[in-house]
């Protein structure tokens, strides 16, 4: 009973500390949120609560009118003594006494009530402004949709690319015997550690002068051409795969091809979706290349470069700023979600396995 | 990954070798070497070529002007030689304090001591949290740590905007609230004292990859290790410093050196948060972002490939230092591999 107990509180206190963390960690989402759906007039007003609000306005007599908050003790037939405030739309504004009306009780008509206007706080009530997430929409360069899609062509185009590569190498380097193999195999993963640097300008350069900067080439071709981190995942995922299979259809004349596309693929589909999810991820949130090949090629644009231009044009208005963060970022996290058992696998793979 | 690379490097056969071998393995090292054509070619179209090419262009005076190429000329060690006096380069340590340009190449070291520890301590500490037995709902809290990792990069930096700004941020309204002076509230990212660990809490955001990779060494680890250091009365620090800690060090060696690799080549941050000015104060100029600078920007391609290849032979030294000292801390389990 007694170590039950102490059983409960250390779950208690560890997972409160863990929620603790995590509620800070994920805080970013939340201002995300809460300021893409204010008015800029919020933004701009000191003292504004910090959830999307509004200040509200009153039609009264085919005119709109400001709403404050009034001591009622000091309105012409209320109770002196009462401490309640109400909100009221205010019809007469004056330094020592103004003129209101109550929108919740409208048959009493106009009052006077002893106040300056000026002294008066407004209410805010919450009121998510909808619209930031329309004007994002249309006006973010080439329009959302068209950057939706351009991005989607450019993840699914390398995708399709390094996954048909990464599978063919990797079955190289899982199901052959030859010398050298080890050696490329160790040339292989020392690229994961090689500085872009030292490519960078020569690659650039060679597109330049095909004159392909600008077009989707110097982005999609490489892909075709295998990676080390994908390669290795499929290979040790291979490797794991029961040799016998493979071994029998070889005796029955079965080519290589033929047995990776009836054997080996068919047996590996935890390992593809994940290569696949990693993938799409990345490319979708992949800057500096598209940065760099297609910055002057406006109709081309991902959503992380028309995003980051975005900062420039509207680095005064928060709100879209927040809200165009949201667009781009609304479709990894939701991929994530439904894929992250192979997401987990996948990194474990990498970073544990030898 | 990288044990591979901390054993003995094998030989490349020969081709007298290659000769002498039954037509039956030749046969499957044709197809072998078929299969890993995709990557073979473009390892040498992609990497190799264009690391000699780099080379080369740091022998030349190469440069573009409005898209066009100038006519390449070898002017030796010239490159080399004003890579010595560049200021903002900055690769003399005897210069580093005397200069009155910050060296791009101190500030990279200086911001690589302050990110590595917390790089490599903040995933560790998440995942032995994440791998305390008394902890609920591990599944739900690793999912929702490693989230972020997955945000856009550009998007993660107008959410950090946002949350460091200096009059509308979350973080200076708690700070407020706990009692900070409205003077004393940080600049964040345009003050120089604030602007590295800025980066910093950038990139702590996207720890989620790291914590995973560590969460499953740790659950890696045998239990019946720690049955026996109970049985032995080990108190939990030597638990760790003794069980724990040697049997996930792969896995920090890992994360050690792609850190070290990647803060060496550090420059998106800083590109997009303080637009690639260096702002404030110079503090920001990173040595690759001066590199990705003097070839995009002033598109000098040879003093861009000096400043490229000299980046490479540090990193490549770094690291072979580093693979150095794994056989000392480092441990294998079950040294034997096939």
Redesign the interface.
């Known amino acids: 009973m007694n170590k039950k107990i102490r059983?409960g509180i250390?779950?208690t206190?560890?997972?409160l500390?863990?929620l603790s963390?995590?509620v800070v960690?994920?805080?970013?989402?939340a201002?995300?949120m809460v300021?893409s759906l204010k008015t800029r007039e919020q933004?701009s007003v000191v003292g504004a609560p910090?959830w999307p609000a509004a200040q509200p306005k009153y039609t009264y007599n085919d005119k709109e009118v400001d709403v404050f908050t009034v001591p009622m003790s000091k309105c012409a037939g209320f109770d002196a003594n009462s401490t309640a405030t109400k909100n009221l739309a205010i019809t007469k504004k004056g330094r020592q006494e103004s003129t209101f009306v109550d929108p919740d009780d409208l048959a009493r008509g106009e009052f006077v009530c002893q106040v300056s206007w000026r002294a008066l706080d407004r209410p805010w009530i919450f009121s998510p402004s909808w619209q930031n997430y329309v004007e994002v929409w249309k006006t973010i360069p080439n329009g959302y949709w068209r950057l939706l899609t351009n991005t989607t062509f450019y993840a699914v185009v390398t995708m399709i690319g390094t996954v048909i590569?990464c599978i063919?190498?990797a079955?190289?380097?899982a199901?052959?015997?030859?010398?050298?193999?080890?050696?490329?195999?160790?040339?292989?993963?020392?690229?994961?550690?090689?500085?872009?640097?030292?490519?960078?300008?020569?690659?650039?350069?060679?597109w330049?002068?095909l004159g392909l900067v600008g077009t989707w080439y110097p982005l999609i071709v490489?892909h075709?051409?295998?990676n080390a981190y994908n390669?290795?995942l499929f290979r040790q995922y291979f490797m794991t795969l029961p040799r016998e299979l493979d071994e029998s259809a070889m005796m029955d004349g079965a080519s290589?091809l033929r047995i990776l596309w009836s054997i080996i693929i068919p047996q590996s589909y935890p390992v593809i979706i994940a290569v696949v999810v990693f993938h799409i991820?990345f490319a979708?949130?992949d800057?500096?290349g598209p940065l760099?090949y297609l910055s002057t090629a406006r109709q081309n644009w991902p959503?992380?470069v028309a995003?980051?231009s975005f900062?420039g044009i509207y680095g005064s208005q928060?709100q879209l700023?927040?809200a165009?963060?949201?667009l781009?970022?609304i479709l990894?996290?939701i991929?994530?979600?439904v894929a992250?058992r192979f997401?987990?696998q996948g990194?474990?793979i990498?970073?544990?396995?030898? | 990954?990288?044990?591979?690379?901390n054993t003995r490097?094998?030989?490349?056969?020969s081709l007298a070798?290659?000769r002498k071998?039954q037509s039956l393995?030749r046969r499957?090292?044709r197809?072998?070497?078929?299969?890993?054509s995709?990557?073979?070619?473009?390892?040498v179209?992609?990497?190799f070529?264009?690391?000699i090419?780099?080379l080369i262009?740091s022998f030349l005076n190469l440069r573009?002007t409005d898209?066009i190429?100038s006519t390449p000329k070898f002017v030796g060690f010239d490159n080399y030689a004003q890579l010595l006096k560049d200021p903002q380069a900055g690769i003399v340590p005897t210069t580093w304090f005397s200069s009155k340009t910050p060296s791009s190449l101190l500030i990279t070291i200086k911001f690589a001591l302050f990110a590595l520890p917390i790089g490599i301590l903040a995933p560790l500490g998440l995942a032995l949290?994440?791998n305390?037995q008394?902890?609920?709902?591990q599944f739900v809290?690793?999912?929702?740590?490693?989230?972020?990792f997955?945000?856009?990069?550009?998007?993660?930096v107008?959410?950090?905007?946002?949350?460091l700004?200096t009059e509308?941020?979350?973080i200076n309204?708690v700070l407020l609230f706990l009692g900070v002076a409205k003077e004393s509230l940080p600049q964040w990212a345009n003050d120089v004292n604030w602007v590295y660990p800025t980066y910093v809490i950038m990139g702590i955001?996207g720890i989620g990859?790291a914590m995973?990779?560590?969460l499953?060494?740790l659950q890696?680890v045998p239990t019946e290790l720690y049955d026996a250091a109970k049985v032995d009365g080990a108190n939990s620090w030597a638990t760790f410093w003794n069980i724990t800690f040697p049997m996930i060090s792969?896995?920090i060696f890992?994360?050690l050196?792609?850190d070290i690799?990647g803060l060496?080549?550090y420059f998106?941050v800083p590109l997009?948060v303080n637009a690639g000015t260096g702002r404030p104060g110079g503090a920001t100029m990173f040595y690759?972002l001066y590199?990705?600078k003097t070839?995009?920007t002033y598109q000098n391609?040879s003093y861009?490939?000096t400043?490229?290849?000299f980046?490479?032979l540090v990193?490549l030294i770094i690291?072979i230092v580093l693979f150095a000292t794994a056989k000392y801390w480092v441990y294998?389990a079950g040294e034997t591999?096939s």
Do not use: H
């Open positions: 059983t250390n779950s206190f560890i997972t500390v863990v963390l995590l960690f994920l805080s970013p989402f201002f995300m300021t933004i910090i590569s063919l190498v079955f190289g380097f199901r052959f015997r030859f010398p050298g193999r080890d050696f490329l195999f160790i040339v292989l993963i020392s690229t994961i550690f090689l500085p872009g640097a030292v490519t960078i300008i020569p690659t650039y350069s060679f330049q002068k490489p075709f051409f295998a390669v290795f290589p991820v979708w949130n800057y500096f760099i959503i992380s995003l980051s900062n928060p700023i927040q165009g963060a949201l781009a970022l990894p996290v991929l994530f979600f992250q997401f987990v990194i474990v990498t970073g544990v396995e030898k | 990954m990288l044990e591979q690379l490097l094998p030989k490349l056969p070798a290659v071998m393995s499957e090292m197809n072998g070497l078929l299969f890993l995709p990557w073979l070619f473009g390892f179209a992609f990497t070529l264009p690391m090419a780099t262009f573009i898209g190429f949290l994440m305390n008394y902890l609920k709902g809290f690793r999912s929702l740590f490693y989230m972020p997955i945000v856009p990069f550009v998007a993660s107008f959410l950090w905007g946002g949350m700004n509308t941020g979350w309204r955001w990859n995973l990779i560590m499953a060494g890696g792969p896995v890992y994360n050196v792609l690799v060496f080549q998106l997009v690759n590199l990705y070839f995009f391609m861009g490939s400043l490229a290849w980046l490479f990193i690291t294998y591999r």
